[in-house]
């Protein structure tokens, strides 16, 4: 008996919480009800302005707060623990550029990429070696691309702004823990 492969509308049904997730007050509160110390309003309109431009949040204010809350988080953020992330995110966007003169296919090969990611955080996080906030930062980036990114030319600016903030989260971040 052949058996349908389950599809998702998005990626919030595969969250830990089935999808089960309140927003309040722009803080998001998983199935166990606790804040999610992401800033308020993040990524609520995405990365961009009205124009298409990245706003100034994307670089400055969103990354000084979630730093601070990440350095804080159990386990605690640091560039060492987010450097396999943001490398593979790199690799993306390298493969991305190359095959920039079909954007269609870039776009789609880049998407996959962005579903490893997601995968990744989700094991990482199963193992402990990033904190709940952590994943939540990745989570709500990589939906926001895929769900922003309908076309080839939307998706591509998203992918690019998603590169450029996570460079700037990476930026506040301490080498190590503190101890």
């Known amino acids: 008996m052949d058996k349908k492969p389950t599809t998702y509308k998005s990626f919030g049904e595969m969250s830990p919480q089935g999808g089960k997730q309140s927003h309040q007050g722009g803080r998001s509160t998983g199935g166990i009800g606790a804040p999610s110390d992401l800033p308020s309003g993040y990524l609520s309109l995405g990365f961009l302005d009205a124009d298409g431009n990245l706003l100034k949040e994307v670089f400055i204010?969103?990354?000084?707060?979630?730093?601070?809350?990440?350095?804080?988080?159990?386990?605690?953020a640091t560039k060492n623990s987010l450097r396999a992330?943001?490398?593979m995110l790199r690799m993306a966007k390298t493969q991305f550029d190359a095959k920039r003169d079909n954007l269609a296919k870039a776009s789609a090969d880049a998407r996959t990429?962005?579903?490893k990611l997601?995968?990744?955080?989700?094991?990482?996080?199963?193992r402990k070696v990033?904190?709940?906030?952590?994943?939540?930062?990745l989570f709500k980036n990589i939906?926001?691309?895929?769900?922003?990114?309908?076309?080839?030319?939307?998706?591509?600016k998203n992918f690019n702004a998603f590169v450029e903030h996570f460079q700037a989260v990476i930026a506040y971040l301490p080498e190590k823990a503190e101890r």
């Open 118 to 126: 997601r995968t990744a955080a989700q094991y990482q996080h199963t």
């Open 113 to 115: 990429q962005l579903y």
């Open 85 to 87: 992330f943001y490398s």
């Open 130 to 137: 990033i904190s709940d906030l952590c994943q939540r930062f």
């Open 143 to 156: 939906d926001t691309v895929l769900e922003k990114g309908r076309t080839p030319e939307e998706f591509a």
């Open 61 to 76: 204010d969103w990354p000084e707060k979630l730093t601070a809350s990440l350095r804080t988080s159990k386990p605690p």
